[in-house]
């Protein structure tokens, strides 16, 4: 199997962290992760913002039912959606959702642990507030990032046979 593949598989969404610090260099790699997502005409419609300030995290922590992973986690990389330089906004939304994925995947590749948090939209006025955010951004989603602590996590998913269908829906593959 090949690294991506093999990294694709074996990510898990990652709610319990170590004390350790992370690196910026481990950082700055995920948001280049992120920044490399295809798009739509290539319009790149996000902003990322790197929360490592502890107050800043516990703020927006207090605004999620998942606080204790908020606040545990090291760095948050919160991913807003530029209507400015959006042409498609369904598209644009796709491209952010893989952008996401992009950073929890390079997260993966560097040891760490990592989450996406979409919970917090339902607080999202609150959340701009906190990030002082222009009225142009729009919340998508925070990225919890922090070393994971050692515990066996496993996935299922359904079979290939469940949800492909071949050439039209409701043939089989």
Aim: hydrophobic share 35%; with cysteine; proline share 3%.
């Amino acid at each position: 199997m090949s690294d991506v593949l093999d990294c694709i598989v074996n990510r898990r969404s990652i709610r319990e962290y170590t004390d350790q610090e992370v690196d910026n260099n481990r950082l700055y790699s995920i948001l280049e992760a992120g920044r490399w997502a295809p798009s739509g005409l290539n319009n790149q419609p996000w902003h990322f913002i790197l929360i490592d300030d502890q107050n800043q995290i516990s703020r927006l922590a207090t605004l999620t039912k998942y606080q204790q992973t908020m606040e545990t986690s090291k760095a948050l990389i919160a991913i807003l959606l530029d209507e400015n330089e959006s042409y498609n906004k369904t598209k644009d939304i796709q491209a952010v959702g893989a952008a996401c994925q992009n950073m929890l995947l390079a997260a993966h590749s560097l040891g760490l642990g990592a989450v996406w948090n979409g919970e917090i939209l339902n607080k999202q006025k609150e959340a701009h507030k906190v990030l002082n955010t222009p009225k142009n951004l729009q919340l998508m989603a925070i990225i919890c990032i922090g070393h994971p602590k050692q515990k066996q996590r496993k996935s299922e998913r359904k079979p290939l046979t469940k949800i492909v269908h071949k050439n039209q829906y409701g043939n089989e593959l």
